[in-house]
């Protein structure tokens, strides 16, 4: 699972940082190219409640093998293509099985990891992703050097490669425990409303992904990938040091740290003035970033059915990917109506109030409790 997910952000996060480059030079906007990871996000959001149901039902392991070879056929596609707007109408269709393949994986992964250190499971999982956003837009920048056509035959083949490792999984469809129940079609409205918390944060996130490179260019500074890569590394370090103890100090203890923390490597980046700042911003960011995915995924795990995993990880992703879409599509307009300072000033205001809601809203659902 490892060795998948880590092929899947590879391939992610070569496409995600290039994208925008490729609309400008098909005559978009910096607001079009926003558009391509927020169609992608406001796709998979509306669908992330159904395709996890239907996860559920299919099993995880087939759905990843399936999603993997369609998301060959979409980075293909995205090769003969010469038209902007076609293109983020393809990223709509790409968005509804890309809920699926995250949906599926988290669930499988929840399966075989020990309720006992599942936070610390997750985050030792996630280190695939980490490493992934490290690694990953500096090398797809180098095969963009080479065209647009390069760079998606590449991503074409990690597809594969994708869906070659999935094959190899154990089929999870034995385990009785995973089996959906016949009720099992329902929306899972409290850890969606529950997740607007991540939503709060993700719009933030949704946009550093989208635009950090085109501000390194904006402050000169070298080389474009500098904020993703030191906020990957803020985010190993963390999982590989705090992530060991987190099932022992607290899910809920870790999330509320953590919130805020992000909050505030949000609010360094809109204020970065060159690369000393834009490094401490990113850890900042990081650090508090990769430790809140883990304590809030164990968080609700912890309170849900092992046969709705699927639809539980569909409500998160909803939430979560809605934040992404939003910021990217939202911030790209903000940026170019007002400048790269005053959008992520407004990202990192909405990532402040994510702690005040959770807490809100944990009371309201009586979450703790359940």
């Known amino acids: 699972m490892c060795a998948y997910t880590f092929t899947v952000f590879v391939s992610l996060f070569q496409l995600l940082p290039a994208a925008p ?12 190219g926003g558009l391509f990871l927020g169609f992608l996000t406001y796709s998979s ?19 990843l093998i399936i999603v993997s070879l369609v998301l060959a056929a979409f980075s293909t596609t995205y090769a003969l293509l010469d038209n902007y707007k076609v293109l983020l109408a393809l990223v709509f269709l790409h968005g509804l099985f890309w809920s699926g393949l995250l949906s599926a994986s988290g669930a499988y992964i929840t399966s075989i990891i ?30 963009f050097s080479f065209g647009w056509t390069a760079l998606c035959l590449e991503l074409a083949g990690l597809n594969l ?26 929306v899972e409205w409290p850890v969606l409303i529950l997740s607007v918390t991540m939503a709060l944060i993700a719009f933030g996130y949704g946009g550093l992904t989208t635009f950090s490179a085109l501000f390194s260019d904006e402050l000169q500074v070298w080389p474009r990938s500098l904020f993703l890569t030191s906020m990957a ?12 103890v987190l099932d022992r100090i607290g899910h809920r203890k870790v999330l509320l740290f953590c919130l805020p923390l992000t909050a505030t490597g949000m609010a360094l980046f809109a204020v970065a003035q060159g690369p000393v700042t834009l490094v401490i911003a990113a850890l900042a960011f990081g650090a508090g970033f990769g430790l809140q ?23 998160m992703l909803a939430a979560f990917d809605m934040g992404v879409g939003s910021g990217s599509t939202g911030l790209g307009w903000l940026i170019h109506q007002f400048g790269f300072r005053p959008a992520f000033g407004i990202a990192a205001a909405l990532a402040f109030l994510a702690v005040p809601y959770f807490l809100f809203v944990e009371k309201r659902l009586d979450f703790g409790h359940r």
Not at 45 to 63: E, I, K
Not at 161 to 180: E, G, Q
């Open 21 to 32: 480059y490729h609309v400008l030079a098909l005559g978009g906007t910096t607001f079009a």
């Open 293 to 315: 995915y883990p304590a809030y995924t164990a968080y609700i795990m912890g309170r849900i059915p092992a046969w709705r995993r699927g639809a539980a990880f569909g409500a």
């Open 114 to 143: 020990p309720e006992t250190r599942r936070a610390e499971g997750i985050g030792y999982w996630g280190l695939a992703s980490v490493i992934a956003i490290a690694v990953a837009p500096p090398l797809g920048f180098w095969v």
């Open 161 to 186: 490669l994708m869906a070659f490792i999935a094959w190899r999984l154990p089929d999870d469809r034995a385990n009785p425990s995973t089996r959906p129940a016949a009720h099992s079609l329902s």
């Open 233 to 244: 590394v803020a985010m190993l370090v963390g999982r590989v040091t705090v992530g060991r």
């Open 45 to 63: 959001a509306l669908s992330a409640p159904f395709t996890g149901q239907l996860a559920d039902r299919l099993g995880h392991r087939r759905v």
